[in-house]
T-cell receptor, first 112, second 114 residues
Framework: GENVEQHPSTLSVQEGDSAVIKCTYS??????FPWYKQELGKRPQLIIDIRSNVGEKKDQRIAVTLNKTAKHFSLHITETQPEDSAVYFCAATISGYSTLTFGKGTMLLVSP | GAVVSQHPSRVICKSGTSVKIECRSL??????MFWYRQFPKKSLMLMATSNEGSKATYEQGVEKDKFLINHASLTLSTLTVTSAHPEDSSFYIC??????????FGPGTRLTVL
C-alpha cells in the first residue's frame, strides 16, 4: 500500500518568512496529492491540491510542487502570518480510489 | 458548499456503555464516508470506509464489532463505539466525499470514557 513520509514534524518561522513542508510517497500509481490545514481542536481543511499532470500549482501565498520522478511533493507558504500556525497534513491517493494516505503532519508555528 | 457536520461534538461516558456519533453531509450527497481516529498531536488514522447501502470496509486492526458503522443514506453515516473503555477515548473525525478524491471533514467528536 501507499506510504507517505512528511518532514519536518515541527517548523518554527518568523512572520514574513517562507515555510516549506516536504512529503514523499511510495506508490508510483498515486496521482492526487491534497494538503490539509488543521487548527487546534478543529477539522482538517483542504487548502490546495495537485494532480500528477502538473508540476506546480499556486493559490495566493501557498503553492505546491510535485516531482513525479522523485515521488515527492512540497507545500510552500510565503509571507507567513501568525494565522498560518496550524498542523499541515499532506496526503496521496490514486484518483478515483477515494482513500487518502496521510503524512504524520507538520506543526507550523509562526511567531509575530 | 461541502459542509459536513458531526454530532455530538463532545461526549463523556462511563466504561461499558455505547456511544453513537453521527456524521452528516449538509449540502451534498456523499457516496462515500470515512471515519478517522486522531490521537493528540498525531495524524489521522483511517478506521473504515463506508459506502451508502453497503457494509463498511475496515482497516487492518480495527475491530468491526467494536466500531459499528452504518451508512443508511447518502447524507448520514453513524459510528457506534460499543462497550466503550478508557482506551477508546480519542478524537473521532468523519469525512465525506461526493466524488473521487476530495474529502470534506466534519468538526470531530471528542470522546472521553471514564
Amino acid at each position: 500500500g501507499e506510504n507517505v513520509e512528511q518532514h519536518p514534524s515541527t517548523l518554527s518561522v518568523q512572520e514574513g518568512d517562507s515555510a516549506v513542508i516536504k512529503c514523499t510517497y511510495s506508490d508510483s500509481a498515486s496521482n492526487y496529492f491534497p494538503w490539509y490545514k488543521q487548527e487546534l481542536g478543529k477539522r482538517p481543511q483542504l487548502i490546495i491540491d495537485i494532480r500528477s499532470n502538473v508540476g506546480e500549482k499556486k493559490d495566493q501565498r501557498i503553492a505546491v510542487t510535485l516531482n513525479k520522478t522523485a515521488k515527492h511533493f512540497s507545500l510552500h507558504i510565503t509571507e507567513t502570518q501568525p494565522e498560518d500556525s496550524a498542523v499541515y497534513f499532506c496526503a496521496a491517493t490514486i484518483s478515483g480510489y477515494s482513500t487518502l494516505t496521510f503524512g504524520k503532519g507538520t506543526m507550523l508555528l509562526v511567531s509575530p | 458548499g461541502a459542509v459536513v457536520s458531526q454530532h455530538p461534538s463532545r461526549v463523556i461516558c462511563k466504561s461499558g456503555t455505547s456511544v453513537k456519533i453521527e456524521c452528516r453531509s449538509l449540502d451534498f450527497q456523499a457516496t462515500t464516508m470515512f471515519w478517522y481516529r486522531q490521537f493528540p498531536k498525531k495524524s489521522l488514522m483511517l478506521m473504515a470506509t463506508s459506502n451508502e447501502g453497503s457494509k463498511a470496509t475496515y482497516e487492518q486492526g480495527v475491530e468491526k464489532d467494536k466500531f459499528l458503522i452504518n451508512h443508511a443514506s447518502l447524507t448520514l453515516s453513524t459510528l457506534t463505539v460499543t462497550s466503550a473503555h478508557p482506551e477508546d477515548s480519542s478524537f473521532y473525525i468523519c469525512s465525506a466525499s461526493s466524488g473521487p478524491d476530495t474529502q470534506y471533514f466534519g468538526p470531530g467528536t471528542r470522546l472521553t470514557v471514564l
